[in-house]
């Protein structure tokens, strides 16, 4: 996943610090903004996973930090949940001024709840997708704890949050006070997802059934069971964003196009994220990785795995086109590969400790009314499809730099 650093002023002359990560090929299907959670920054686990899926489904993600957090000027002291709003506005303002109006937004906790409100005055967003978000603003008072009657009777405090000290004014307190949700998603009319765990001990399940009952259709829930609040497990962000890219798509103008502009066929991309590569194959997304115990995270098939789908899809479509071809009766064909790597010894050159073989093992299923003599052809006929018989080859390889 590619991303552009860049940077935006807000409503009070502030520059807000964000990424915007890029899908692999060329193609943008539409822009989506994600909002963090309360006292986070763009560069939390959910939000780079998140924002990972949805690039692999073709939208871009700007994700940012809320003023005066992570990289972003100005003072948190000075900011509520109305500048959090404030905020989402710009980056949707910053990304049609320079991209295009971003169609999606995502909120995670009290981001979740800021999106709603500020969904409701960017005419582009057509879809909202909230993790773990509170029914009413309010909710985040419970992280003031003892906090709250000194802020009220001194005008401030410091508290503590994730093991961070933020000091905390009036002002917030008042701000979320006021702000009534219920009443704005019902006046939303646009469609939305209500992400949660039932586990959720900071925001508990019972906020989703809210926002669900509020909403009007389109509206769906999806549980994320077994999950914590700030999503912190890499895997079950990945999955919360693969499922809002899916469901999103429905609400979203995809563009019409042909295949992947590129001199080449595939191409492969890899981040500082251990081993995971996104591949873009014509308008296909596909995803390689390493197991877990050799550093990986697992989220795919490792090359070789593609190598072996490749070789047994291949022979797979040659055999059907063959009995096609014959009229034969092949009703279903399966191939199972596998390859190994092995050593013996050279006997011809005694300084040689060994020499590796490589070796393919192809065995096939073939169900229909197929003769002996039928079956022994299609035997023959799999070690002449075109990946075969590339891999037999010796191919050239050139390699160069861009």
């Not at 005066?68 to 989402?88: K, M, P, R």
């Not at 995809?254 to 080449?264: A, C, E, K, V, W």
């Not at 197991?291 to 072996?308: A, F, Q, R, V």
């Amino acid at each position: 996943m590619g991303y552009i650093k860049v940077q935006f002023p807000n409503g009070r002359g502030q520059m807000l610090s964000g990424k915007l990560d890029l899908p692999l090929n060329k193609y943008i299907d539409g822009y989506a903004i994600f909002a963090h959670v309360f006292t986070g920054h763009k560069n939390l686990i959910a939000s780079k996973y998140i924002s990972r899926a949805l690039t692999m489904q073709n939208i871009a993600v700007l994700r940012f930090d809320f003023t005066g957090l992570g990289e972003s000027t100005g003072d948190f002291s000075d900011t509520n949940f109305s500048t959090n709003i404030e905020d989402i506005i710009a980056a949707a303002d910053f990304l049609a001024k320079n991209y295009q109006a971003p169609e999606i937004i995502v909120g995670q906790s009290l981001g979740g709840a800021a999106s709603i409100f500020a969904a409701d005055r960017i005419a582009s967003v057509k879809a909202i997708a909230t993790i773990g978000a509170p029914s009413e603003p309010e909710h985040v008072m419970h992280l003031l704890g003892c906090h709250k009657e000194d802020i009220v009777k001194n005008g401030s405090a410091e508290v503590s949050i994730g093991g961070q000290k933020y000091v905390i004014k009036r002002h917030f307190v008042e701000d979320v006070q006021l702000k009534k949700m219920a009443t704005k998603i019902k006046d939303l009319r646009k469609a939305i997802m209500i992400m949660h765990s039932p586990q959720d001990e900071i925001v508990e399940i019972e906020n989703a059934a809210k926002i669900y009952h509020a909403a009007f259709h389109p509206k769906s829930f999806v549980t994320l069971d077994g999950t914590d609040h700030m999503l912190s497990n890499k895997e079950d962000a990945f999955y919360a964003g693969a499922v809002i890219a899916s469901w999103v798509k429905r609400y979203i103008q995809l563009p019409s196009r042909g295949d992947l502009q590129t001199n080449h066929q595939v191409i492969a991309q890899l981040d500082g994220s251990k081993f995971t590569t996104e591949i873009k194959a014509g308008k296909h997304v596909l995803v390689a990785d390493e197991p877990k115990s050799l550093g990986g995270n697992d989220y795919g098939p490792t090359p070789y795995d593609l190598l072996n789908a490749a070789l047994s899809a291949c022979t797979a479509m040659t055999l059907k086109m063959y009995a096609q071809r014959k009229k034969w009766d092949l009703q279903e064909v399966k191939v199972h590969i596998s390859f190994s790597r092995t050593h013996e010894k050279d006997m011809e050159d005694t300084t040689r400790t060994g020499r590796r073989l490589e070796q393919f093992e192809k065995v096939l299923e073939l169900k229909g009314d197929l003769d002996d003599s039928q079956k022994q052809r299609l035997v023959e006929i799999a070690n002449r499809c075109p990946v075969h018989r590339t891999l037999e080859g010796s191919p050239d390889f050139i390699t160069t730099l861009k």
